[in-house]
């Protein structure tokens, strides 16, 4: 697990069914329409004393897929589309953090999804929940992530980047963590490069928990995720030991192509200043 501290002022310096349901859908992805609901709402993380941001915490943004009576309310202001990726990196966070237990399979067992691709992906991530036991998937988070000796997979940004853990990629990623004031917690042991760690980040600047500047999360993005991370959400889906988490995968891989073309797409006030000119 994970724990990020947000400093305030930066320092300078094989084929399966739901696969072949979404490649017959085909179009352009986008995001799903997850829970009936309202926009996300991510209150309780501005309590976190000291600024922190852990999974624990971050699982509040994921809470409001899993759990939306709980009507909490919204700090910052932002817009339904960064409240969506940020519902959507926050459930990633969770899921790649932990096994989840019963309480959140049965939630999970229960997402709405659509015709998209990544729709459907959600709805087979549900009908996954809703035959799995928390018991089962604990074994295979074990299998496939701690292991013994290691897991059959890891989800490091260095290792998948240099075949080697803690190398210039983790100290790249902690050089820009400082600048936008983030930094870990004492006591956690987890690199901030493991893919939980980096979808957390990525939930908090969308939901404006991490504010950083205009054009500084599209680039953190392509600096420190585009690079390597799609690659081990397609290594999930096809790993010997994934059953559940195949459809992590699969989710993971299809957010991260639609995030990565939505980064692509004007913003609202560039396309502005283009009908203008």
Same mark, same amino acid.
């Given at each position: 697990?994970?724990?990020?501290?947000?400093?305030?002022?930066?320092?300078?310096?094989?084929?399966?069914?739901?696969?072949?349901?979404?490649?017959?859908?085909?179009?352009? =992805?986008?995001?799903?329409?997850?829970?009936? *609901?309202?926009?996300?709402?991510?209150?309780?993380?501005?309590?976190?004393?000291?600024?922190?941001?852990?999974? +624990? *915490?971050?699982?509040?943004?994921?809470?409001?897929?899993?759990?939306?009576?709980?009507?909490?309310?919204?700090?910052?202001?932002?817009?339904?589309?960064?409240?969506?990726? &940020?519902?959507?990196?926050?459930?990633?966070?969770?899921?790649?953090?932990?096994?989840?237990?019963?309480?959140? =399979?049965?939630?999970? &067992?229960?997402?709405?999804?659509?015709?998209?691709?990544?729709?459907?992906?959600?709805?087979?991530?549900?009908?996954?929940?809703?035959?799995?036991?928390?018991?089962?998937?604990?074994?295979?988070?074990?299998?496939?992530?701690?292991?013994?000796?290691?897991?059959?997979?890891?989800?490091?940004?260095?290792?998948?980047?240099? !075949?080697?853990?803690?190398?210039?990629?983790?100290?790249? =990623?902690?050089?820009?963590?400082?600048?936008?004031?983030?930094?870990?917690?004492?006591?956690? *042991?987890?690199?901030?490069?493991?893919?939980?760690?980096?979808?957390?980040?990525? *939930?908090?600047?969308?939901? !404006?928990?991490?504010?950083?500047?205009?054009?500084?999360?599209?680039?953190?993005?392509?600096?420190?995720?585009?690079?390597?991370?799609?690659?081990?959400?397609?290594?999930? +889906?096809?790993?010997?030991?994934?059953?559940?988490?195949?459809?992590? !995968?699969?989710?993971?891989?299809?957010?991260?192509?639609?995030?990565?073309?939505?980064?692509?797409?004007?913003?609202?006030?560039?396309?502005?200043?283009?009908?203008?000119?």
């Amino acid at each position: 697990m994970t724990v990020l501290i947000h400093t305030g002022t930066p320092k300078k310096k094989n084929e399966t069914s739901d696969q072949e349901a979404v490649r017959a859908v085909g179009g352009v =992805l986008e995001l799903a329409d997850l829970i009936e *609901a309202p926009q996300l709402p991510v209150s309780r993380l501005s309590n976190v004393p000291a600024r922190a941001l852990s999974v +624990e *915490a971050v699982m509040d943004l994921a809470s409001e897929i899993l759990w939306p009576e709980l009507g909490h309310e919204q700090p910052v202001e932002i817009d339904d589309f960064d409240a969506n990726r &940020a519902q959507e990196y926050s459930l990633l966070a969770m899921l790649l953090s932990r096994s989840p237990d019963g309480a959140t =399979l049965s939630r999970i &067992a229960k997402l709405h999804g659509d015709a998209t691709p990544l729709g459907l992906a959600h709805l087979a991530l549900a009908q996954a929940a809703g035959n799995a036991s928390a018991e089962g998937i604990e074994r295979e988070y074990f299998t496939l992530f701690i292991g013994v000796g290691r897991g059959e997979l890891l989800p490091y940004g260095s290792y998948y980047l240099t !075949g080697f853990l803690n190398e210039r990629p983790l100290a790249r =990623l902690r050089e820009d963590l400082r600048a936008h004031g983030i930094e870990r917690a004492e006591g956690q *042991a987890e690199p901030e490069d493991h893919a939980a760690t980096l979808c957390e980040i990525m *939930a908090g600047m969308a939901s !404006g928990q991490f504010p950083i500047a205009v054009g500084m999360q599209q680039q953190f993005f392509e600096k420190h995720l585009a690079s390597w991370i799609g690659r081990f959400f397609v290594d999930l +889906e096809r790993a010997e030991a994934a059953d559940f988490y195949r459809h992590v !995968g699969t989710l993971g891989r299809l957010f991260l192509e639609t995030d990565t073309e939505a980064f692509r797409l004007p913003t609202k006030a560039e396309a502005r200043n283009r009908e203008e000119t």
